[in-house]
């Protein structure tokens, strides 16, 4: 299971306690606001969530698996 962080930047106040706390080096400060840097490196902790007194980030979880390259190759035609 693979998890998404998503930090709405509306609510964002720049404080840098979700970078701060994010034992994945998964945030990064950028432009004076957080950003979802790494996003494959999230391990759904919720740390980051936790700290951020402005509700300005969530986790999701994603239950998608990732297909394998042959079988992405199959369906690589099909129209979406």
Do not use: H, W
């Not at 970078?19 to 759904?44: H, I, K, P, W």
């Not at 951020?52 to 390259?69: F, T």
């Amino acid at each position: 299971m693979a998890f998404v962080p998503v930090v709405d930047e509306e609510k964002c106040k720049g404080c840098e306690e979700c970078v701060d706390n994010c034992t994945a080096a998964v945030l990064e400060m950028v432009e004076g606001f957080a950003y979802v840097g790494r996003s494959e490196n999230c391990q759904g902790c919720g740390n980051c969530v936790q700290v951020c007194d402005y509700d300005a980030i969530k986790v999701i979880k994603d239950n998608r698996q990732a297909l394998s390259p042959t079988l992405a190759s199959l369906f690589k035609d099909l129209p979406e």
